[in-house]
């Protein structure tokens, strides 16, 4: 899927410009919810980069707004909500062109030590 997000100063967000082929069918003419959830996280995570974090999500939760097209422009937005110790609250959003948002998720990423809980398998 190759997602490139890029970081709105002024808006205090992440961004995303992007299209879904057919491979993300789900309904007819539309993404499948996984598909929608997968984008949120994706989004939703890069949000801790502010902070120079290494975070894993612990809970995501998605509201399917409205069918979420294929082959048509979307973005997907994520912003922090709150930070409480290692515990990150972000939130993202998919919308069209017309600034309709289509999927809404919010997340629970807790901090980690990417040595301590990856050992070997992490670059030094």
Do not use: W
Request: aromatic residues 8%; contains cysteine.
């Amino acid at each position: 899927m190759k997602l490139k997000f890029t970081y709105d100063e002024e808006r205090d967000c992440f961004v995303c410009r992007f299209r879904l082929g057919k491979r993300y069918t789900g309904p007819p003419g539309h993404a499948h919810g996984g598909i929608i959830a997968t984008i949120l996280d994706e989004a939703m995570g890069k949000v801790n980069r502010l902070r120079q974090v290494v975070a894993v999500t612990s809970q995501i939760t998605v509201d399917y707004l409205k069918p979420v097209p294929l082959n048509k422009p979307l973005r997907v937005e994520s912003r922090e909500v709150k930070v409480r110790g290692r515990k990150h609250v972000n939130m993202g959003e998919i919308l069209n062109l017309k600034g309709e948002v289509l999927a809404r998720g919010q997340g629970l990423f807790v901090a980690i030590d990417p040595h301590r809980m990856f050992g070997k398998f992490v670059e030094r």
